[in-house]
């Protein structure tokens, strides 16, 4: 079956027993919202315990402090009520493995889908590639603690978000599903008055 029709299939599946779902309130019943990594190894619902209706989750390459992220934090507060924010990177991400510099020079070479080896991403596709990477911030990761705590600084500081909101910085282990603080980010990112 091709991916399409199995999500399809999952689909009928879910809808067919969808319950008392239907009559979910639009803001998040918990009043909270995650910031993390669209790593496929991570699923928030169940390693931060949530039902539909619960929370916000807002996920990209990294869990990185985007302007874009940032965005949809704003709108989660502004509009939809929620009072506590979690930053959640995670061991072994995949934005530990390059930087602007390496993703710009594969992607002017091919647009294809590169391979991984011992030192790190080369290109196996054929061209031709294109010089618009050189016009995009990666947000790529050397060190998860720093780039934790770079985020929280950067979302507790920006100007469209209230002092109030507590932050919380968090890496999630991928060898054991936990969720280890990173002090110094929940630091930055106690709540003021
Ligand atoms: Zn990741």
């Known amino acids: 079956m091709s991916v399409l029709n199995e999500v399809l299939a999952a689909n009928d599946a879910y809808a067919a027993d969808f319950g008392a779902k239907s009559e979910l309130a639009l803001p998040p019943a918990r009043g909270f919202a995650i910031l993390t990594c669209m790593d ?15 929370a916000h ?9 985007s302007n874009d992220a940032i965005r949809s934090l704003v709108i989660s507060y502004k509009l939809l009520g929620t ?5 959640i990177h995670h061991t072994n991400c995949g934005m530990e493995f390059f930087n602007d510099e390496v993703m710009r020079g594969l992607l002017a070479h091919s647009l294809e889908t590169a391979a991984l080896g011992a030192d790190g991403f080369y290109d196996v596709g ?5 010089a618009e990477a050189n016009y995009i911030n990666w947000l790529t990761i050397s060190n998860q603690s720093q780039s934790v705590t770079e985020d929280v600084v950067r979302i507790k500081n920006h ?3 209230p002092a109030g909101i507590p932050i919380y910085g968090y890496i999630y282990d991928v060898t054991t599903g936990r969720l280890v603080e990173v002090p110094s980010a929940t630091a930055a990112g106690a709540a003021k008055k």
């Open 57 to 65: 989750v807002i996920r990209n390459a990294g869990g990185r402090a």
């Open 126 to 130: 054929s061209g031709p590639g294109s």
């Open 40 to 54: 496929a190894r991570l699923d928030p619902a169940k390693y931060a315990g949530l039902s539909e209706g619960d």
């Open 83 to 87: 009072k506590e924010w979690f930053v």
């Open 159 to 161: 100007p469209l978000v």
